[in-house]
């Protein structure tokens, strides 16, 4: 599976993502601005979301965890067998996030001394 299999756009409330770039696109449907963006890639039967990002002066709006549950419902409707993310060590709160979109933590020290998280959709 790879990023250009999933399923785009896909429209939410108030973003949609848009595949650029080599990249997920987050963007904000009432001004169409970009406010963030998802680095993904292949990992076996499915995808690693490697970095889920948004902007500085955007965050604090709801946009990364509506980034998440699109992306989320795109690689459902996509058929991917299994996705996972990564928590840095140092960033308590990519835990806490990967944890309310759904994610389980994987058994085990990730890079780096972080923590894998997997979600198989469907």
């Not at 848009?18 to 169409?32: C, M, N, T």
């Not at 509506?66 to 140092?90: I, M």
Request: charged fraction near 25%; glycine fraction near 14%.
């Amino acid at each position: 599976m790879n990023l250009a299999d999933l399923e785009m756009p896909v429209v939410g409330d108030r973003f949609r993502l848009e595949r650029r770039d080599h990249a997920v696109h987050i963007v904000r449907l009432a001004d169409g601005v970009d406010v963030g963006a998802l680095e993904v890639e292949s990992a076996g039967e499915g995808l690693l979301v490697r970095s889920l990002c948004i902007e500085k002066e955007h965050r604090s709006y709801g946009a990364g965890s509506e980034a998440a549950r699109l992306f989320n419902q795109s690689c459902t409707a996509s058929g991917v067998a299994v996705v996972r993310a990564w928590a840095a060590p140092d960033l308590g709160l990519s835990v806490y996030f990967w944890i309310r979109m759904g994610f389980q933590p994987v058994h085990g020290e990730g890079p780096g001394g972080g923590i894998w998280f997997e979600r198989r959709p469907g």
